[in-house]
């Protein structure tokens, strides 16, 4: 599993479960053509969107907003040290 995917599925399974989560990953990876484990920093964007989209009906726009900045932080911080 790449480290983007466990980042994200990390972050938003208190809210939505572990199966949720990571269908939200598999189905972001694969509307940009990859599997979860191809996933990088790159696709965050597409992956912010669909945490947004996913966490909208069970979360505030700034716990939303918060979370996806310590996800962007993780990700970020463990691609720049591999």
């Known amino acids: 599993m790449s480290r983007v995917t466990e980042c994200t599925v ?3 399974e208190p809210f939505v479960g572990r199966m949720a989560a990571d269908t939200c ?3 972001t990876a694969l509307s940009l053509g990859k599997t979860a484990d191809a ?3 790159s696709d ?4 912010t ?6 966490l909208a009906p ?3 726009v700034a716990t939303i907003e918060g ?6 932080r993780s990700c ?7």
């Open 10 to 12: 990390a972050a938003i």
């Open 25 to 27: 990953v598999r189905a």
């Open 39 to 41: 996933l990088d920093a």
């Open 44 to 47: 965050l964007p597409a992956i």
């Open 49 to 54: 969107q669909s945490i947004r989209r996913l």
């Open 58 to 60: 069970v979360a505030s």
């Open 67 to 72: 979370l996806i900045e310590g996800v962007v």
């Open 76 to 82: 970020e911080h463990s691609s720049s040290s591999t």
